[in-house]
């Protein structure tokens, strides 16, 4: 029997799933990037972390979203792009991924449990077509009580099977090291299919009650508004919907590998395959690089791990071949079918940056391979050290040794590998620190800071960014608008600035639109050389007066100094041309003091 939603691909359940809560008065708000503005979590892992300050109370809703009558609005819903290291090891199983797409509807102190069950169950059974197998509760424990709410709410809309759980199962967050968190009630649903095979039912849906705040000590404190934090994992959903045993058979990876992988290949590895290849399209599409740190690092081990597979596959067996002669066509084949699947979704994506990141590491990687392998033939076991310097000297990473040194590795454990790691690096940080006279940094003007060569590049992207968005504001808010502070990493730019209220979301589109359009103008940036009287005349900006000196540089932006756009009082340095700068993106925008806004803001 075929029931009507099986044919429903997974666009259109993107669709719907928008469509029902957009109907129900939430805003539609865009993913936000992989790479969070938290710094204390490396990359997006829910949909909630985008909306943390509405959850606290730190930003009013109402002055950020509109329903769809124009009316502000505490709901939103969003398909959130994300990412979860911690699942790394068990990718290739039939459910483990790490990068997936979370469907997510959210409430900062508008409705509460009633309306959030009432919803997810009206669209799992209605829109989705589907029967929930059954329903988790939060037990409760010496410090938070049974949620008997949600138990009553499920009861009384028929569900039959409602279990209960502990803090381990219904609780969920924070996010990072402090934020908002709560009970939960899980939904739990099968397929025909899977139910045929004895396999058990999934979870899809988990609505998280966001009653408390978990501070940096773990002590809890009640919020003053309490949030609906809701998230269902497309992937599992589509399978269900679509009545397939596995994820894999969704539309969602059927349509990048229909046929590219070696036949000789195993199923698990070509799990690992699809997995990979979507992550990687999407850190490279937000701007991750590989590298030996942080999301970098998470990128290159991706990337590895696929090159080593499709090695192996094509030869035979990983130790034997010749990296060198291999090209690795298959692989940008998976990456181009994931832009494609996805690039409508997610306009970011592109086909050449994707491919010209891949290339440049594959370059790196077959440089380096060839003499690992053959070290590796030469020692009898490898054990963390081992593992580490393996790493170090010859790109094979932990992945790639836990796949491929068979009984050599079987005592390697990721905790070991990753300890080793991380004493490396403050070795290395502490080398650096020594050179650069315990700075560890090649710039610093105070307002500009970079370690290396490679942060130099990005900071002077930056700082030229930072120009152009000072201009931007005037232009949107006003001449009120006047620098009060600026602080540049590789990372992103700070720029503090006077201004009596919050910034709206349309505010903020905008201001990003017109510095983007001066990136597009690609205009040349150049300074002169000028008394400070005269420079002011000419109409440049300045943070506050005494801080220059008698003859001072004005940076401009544009073909000479008269008809520049931007006009600056500032020691540069900065790039040549403002094509240089990519792609700039406000990430955030909050108080800091009366009167005084922050925006910080990244370029891709
Ligand atoms: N934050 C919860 C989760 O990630 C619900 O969205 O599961």
Known sequence: MIRAHEHMNSQAIRQKFLAFFKERGHTIVPSSSLIPDDPSVLLTTAGMQQFKPYF???????????????NPTRNTVSIQKSFRTSDIDEVGDESHLTFFEMLGNFSFGGYFKEKAIEYGHEFITKEMGLSIDYVSVFEGDSEIPADAESEKIWKLLGVKDIRKFG?????????????????????????????????PPVEVWNIVFNEYYQRKDKKLEKLKTPGVDTGMGLERLAMVVQNKPTIFETDLFVDIAPDGLPTNMDVRFKRIMLDHARAVAFLIADGVRPSNKDQGYILRRLVRRMMAHFHRAARGSFSTGDVLGMDFIDIERLLVAAVSKYGDFYENLKKETM???????????????????RELKKVDEVDAKQAFKLFESYGLTYEILKDFAGDKAKNLNRQDFDSEFAKHQEISRAGQEKKFGGHGLILDTGELKAGNEEELKKVLRLHTATHLLQQALREVLGKEVGQRGSDITAERTRFDFSFPRKVTLEEIKKVEEIVNQKIKEDLPVNFVELPKAEAEKVGALYFFKEKYPEKVKVYFVGKTLETAWSKEFCGGPHVKRTGEVGKFRISKEEAVGSGVRRIRGVVE
């Open 355 to 373: 491919l010209l990141v891949f290339r440049e590491e594959n370059e790196r990687f077959r440089r380096a391979i060839n003499n690992g392998v």
């Open 56 to 70: 606290t109370g730190e930003l009013d809703p109402m002055e950020y979203f509109k329903d769809k009558d124009g």
């Open 167 to 199: 803090r381990k199962d219904n609780f969920w967050g924070p996010t990072g090291a402090e934020g908002p968190c709560g009970p939960t009630t899980e939904i739990y649903v099968n397929s025909a299919l899977r139910q045929a095979q004895g396999k």
